[in-house]
């Protein structure tokens, strides 16, 4: 069921989300959202997390062949180590060679370095950066 509503904001940015939405979406005090803006739609998105205070993220870019399944593959080494992707979005860069995921996901148990190299070695990514990594409370 889609809810409309027309809020206001307040001098530092906040709005309040109306009761009956937030109970419609479970979200209570201290629950996680993210929130994803789209200048070119002028459009902002809210999306509930069903994650605790202490689950950490990570934002990635990883820069990938543009070619049939070099996403899939690349995508294939989060769902092995049992990481799921919270948002993900892919540009290409260079029509036919290359192309970036900027991919959020929940910081894996292995180390960093390490889970980087498994993105390089065994889903073929060219390069893997970790952009910000972040606590749940500020998303």
Do not use: C
Not at 102 to 116: A, G, R
Request: aromatic share 4%; glycine share 6%; charged share 30%.
């Amino acid at each position: 069921m889609k809810e409309t509503e027309i809020l206001k904001i307040d001098s530092r940015g906040r709005i309040v989300i109306p009761r009956g939405m937030r109970k419609s979406l479970g979200l209570k005090e201290n629950s996680h959202i993210m929130l994803i803006s789209d200048s070119n739609e002028n459009e902002l998105r809210i999306i509930p997390l069903p994650f605790s205070d202490e689950q950490a993220f990570m934002r990635l870019r990883i820069i990938i062949a543009d070619e049939p399944g070099a996403l899939s593959t690349v995508s294939k080494v989060f769902g092995e180590l049992g990481l799921s992707l919270l948002y993900g979005q892919t540009v290409i860069l260079k029509k036919n060679q290359i192309a970036e995921w900027t991919v959020i996901s929940p910081v894996p148990e292995l180390p960093v370095e390490e889970f980087k190299k498994a993105l390089i070695e065994r889903g073929g990514a060219k390069s893997v950066s970790v952009e910000r990594p972040m606590k749940s409370k500020i998303l």
